[in-house]
């Protein structure tokens, strides 16, 4: 056999080896990120959302060219501090949304610059940021908060998530500030249809918030 063959060979049996090695890689992250997604829906507590950040760390550590993982450990540290936040403990929240925005820059680096989700983020980071002392930080934080909504709904106007964060401001804020109880209930039926005719792009995209605006819609039931 001639070296021109052994070495076709050899290349070959080294392209083979690691497409399979890959794929096997490929196949791995999907099931870790596929078990991790899962329990977004089945944490409760403040230290549940950090456990989870953490395990999407470790996902993202792996490999810095995708940006999910990076995406679901500023989601689930941003969800850590809304728990804080509806009992009361706002004393970390600028560090949450510190440690939020820190995955975020690393997500973008990774992500599509168009990235409807990531601006979504942004906003929840900065209302979490704001919520520290709302009447002081309404014309900083609150206004970016919403230039990042603009933002995403100007990419995905579809998105159902953005309807969703639309409708707990409009449900949340005090009547003496622009909100309302039942305008932001008709946004959250607005995003529950969305919800109907939303499809992610792949099975591990962000495609939480259907169970939030459900859960509001049973309360104006009872």
């Not at 610059?113 to 919520?131: G, I, Q, R, T």
Request: net charge positive; aromatic share 10%.
């Amino acid at each position: 056999m001639s070296k021109i063959k052994i070495m076709k060979k050899y290349l070959l049996g080294f392209a083979l080896a690691f497409m399979s090695l890959t794929a096997f890689a490929q196949a791995d992250y999907e099931k870790a990120m596929t078990e991790k997604i899962a329990k977004i829906e089945t944490c409760k507590t403040a230290e549940d959302f950090q456990v989870l950040a953490n395990d999407f760390h470790k996902i993202a550590g792996q490999d810095e060219t995708r940006w999910l993982p990076f995406y679901y450990a500023a989601f689930a540290n941003i969800q850590k501090g809304r728990v804080l936040m509806k009992e009361g403990k706002m004393e970390d929240l600028d560090f949450i949304a510190g440690q939020a925005q820190k995955y975020i820059n690393a997500a973008q680096h990774a992500a599509p610059s168009d990235n409807a989700e990531l601006h979504v983020l942004k906003k929840m980071a900065y209302s979490l940021k704001m919520m520290v002392n709302p009447q002081q930080r309404i014309n900083t934080d609150g206004a970016k908060a919403t230039e990042e909504l603009k933002a995403a709904e100007k990419l995905d106007p579809a998105n159902p998530r953005i309807t969703l964060i639309k409708a707990e401001d409009m449900y949340f804020t005090p009547e003496q500030y622009g909100g309302s109880k039942i305008k932001g209930m008709e946004l959250f039926r607005q995003a529950h249809e969305k919800f109907k005719k939303y499809t992610p792009k792949t099975s591990l995209d962000p495609n939480w918030g259907k169970a939030e605006a459900e859960y509001f819609l049973s309360l104006n039931k009872k």
